[in-house]
């Protein structure tokens, strides 16, 4: 089994989707899930352990709980990071290291995007990191760009930089394996190679973005004999109305909704005048925003959160009282909000519809839902129609 821990939700779906496209029978839970999740005989097993704006010790608490837990039963343990490294990189690190006794092979490129790691530096493009527009992150700004650093900002890991397609070198001066090997990597080829070289070896530990994942889930498939077409794809027929609901307030997302056809699209204020259309069966939008003349610029942070907590109440509430069982969310902070008021235990993920949109059965408060879930900023135009068109 492959025991994956992303530090935030989105993350945890995008990562899980990697797998389960692929092939493998993929489970995510939430990090304080006393499910017991062997019954379900996942071959990957995904935790959204929420540690990005923790604090350091916390942040290392909860994750050396979860590999506690399951380090016996995962031949791989997988810690999915940010691309840019924001937030407690040095605690969940040390914690793995720590709990399972191993050396952690860190490859935080996402060549696939233009992010790289050139000399243990990570670039943005051709910027270093900290001179990049996550060095205005409101909530995270990245104003340091050496890996070694950013190990080492809260626990002193002994790092070892690789430079591209370079060996790891087994010991260290003192005859002991470093705590961290920090790969270089300016492209795919550079990263598959690492990978496969990694998984030849029997590498039990690695961290890395959406970009390793693909990689490495592409490359563990491969090893299997396995096409890359899920084994597990679980088609249910449509279950009633159909609720669209967007959190977003991304341009993609606008052009999206833009696409919809003849289906009626309601604001966030009169949510409940979907509810007729969803009882009879029929699609329906809700948009917190339809376009960018409906953003709040510079609003404060109790504005966005009592607009989360809207946005929440009314997803809930339209899903309990129309019987509806097929979700599509637009914004991945606003699908957790969702899922969290839905009393959520456990997501079985099953493949995507396209990039970027994956597709999952979440079992909640109301009973199983498919969700179709997409970040803002992803999808073609025409996702709307391509969802409605796989509920038939």
């Known amino acids: 089994m492959i025991l994956i821990i992303a530090d935030d939700f989105t993350g945890a779906l995008d990562t899980s989707c990697c797998f389960a496209k692929c092939g493998f029978r993929t489970w995510l839970l939430p990090a304080d899930s006393g499910t017991i999740a062997l019954d379900l005989n996942p071959e990957v097993l995904v935790f959204a352990s929420g540690t990005r704006h923790m604090l350091p010790g916390e942040a290392y608490a909860v994750t050396a709980r979860i590999i506690d837990r399951w380090k016996d039963y995962a031949d791989c343990i997988f810690l999915k990071t940010d691309s840019v490294w924001r937030d407690n990189i040095s605690a969940t690190a040390a914690a793995a290291v720590r709990v399972t006794g191993k050396t952690l092979h860190a490859m935080p490129a996402y060549p696939q995007i233009h992010r790289t790691l050139q000399d243990g530096v990570i670039y943005i493009g051709d910027q270093l990191l900290e001179r990049s527009v996550f060095a205005k992150d409101p909530r995270s700004p990245m104003t340091v760009s050496n890996g070694t650093d950013l190990l080492r900002m809260d626990y002193p890991l002994q790092v070892r930089k690789v430079p ?93 909704l833009a696409e919809r056809g003849d289906i009626p699209l309601f604001r966030l204020e009169t949510a409940e005048e979907a509810l007729p259309v969803l009882k009879t069966g029929g699609t329906a939008i809700v948009a917190a925003a339809e376009r960018e003349e409906d953003i709040r610029r510079d609003a404060p942070d109790s504005y966005h959160q009592e607009l989360m907590n809207r946005m929440q109440t009314a997803a809930a509430d339209l899903i309990r009282n129309s019987g509806c069982r097929d979700l599509a969310v637009f914004g991945g902070d606003t699908l957790e909000g969702i899922l969290t008021s839905l009393d959520w235990g456990r997501i079985h993920v099953t493949g995507q519809l396209e990039d970027g949109v994956s597709i999952c059965l979440a079992d909640t408060s109301c009973g199983r839902i498919r969700i179709f879930a997409k970040s803002g900023g992803l999808g073609s135009r025409q996702v709307i129609r391509k969802m409605e068109e796989y509920r038939r």
């Open 164 to 256: 591209e397609n370079g060996e790891a070198i087994s010991v260290d001066r003192d005859g002991e394996l470093p705590e961290v090997y920090l790969y270089d990597c300016t492209s795919e080829e550079s990263m598959e190679k690492t990978v496969r070289e990694r998984i030849r070896e029997g590498c039990s530990l690695i961290s890395g973005c959406a970009g390793l994942g693909t990689i490495y889930a592409q490359l563990r498939a491969e090893a299997k004999g396995w096409k890359g077409d899920s084994r597990y794809t679980e088609k249910t027929a449509a279950q009633g109305g159909f609720l669209i609901f967007s959190g977003s307030a991304n341009p993609i997302t606008f052009a999206q």
